[in-house]
């Protein structure tokens, strides 16, 4: 989680359609055109193995957009694909 929140922050696209599912991630994120977003902090409340290939992430991530605060509280799924993490 907190490498893809990093990838947020440097706007890393590729990355962050490469940590996806294929089964759940878009095409395409475009970031750059979305309005600019200052990335303020990640939180990670809890990080939980569900299975042994499965687990659940909940953060909370703060940033501004067109000077409003915003946050983004949710609660994660991955899976674990020959040895690497998957956000789904």
Partial sequence: MRSRYTAFVLGL?????HTWH???RPDALNL???P?????????KR????GET???VE????YKVTGKAERLH?????????????YL
Avoid: C, H
Avoid at 47 to 50: C, L, V
Avoid at 74 to 86: A, D, G, K, P, V
């Fill in 22 to 24: 294929p089964d759940t």
């Fill in 32 to 34: 750059t055109e979305d």
């Fill in 47 to 50: 990080a939980e193995n569900t």
């Fill in 74 to 86: 949710e609660l994660s799924q991955f899976i674990r694909m020959e040895n690497r993490w998957y």
């Fill in 13 to 17: 696209e590729e990355y962050l359609l």
């Fill in 59 to 62: 953060f909370i991530a703060r």
């Fill in 54 to 56: 499965t687990a659940t």
């Fill in 36 to 44: 600019p977003t200052k990335w303020l902090g990640l939180q990670v």
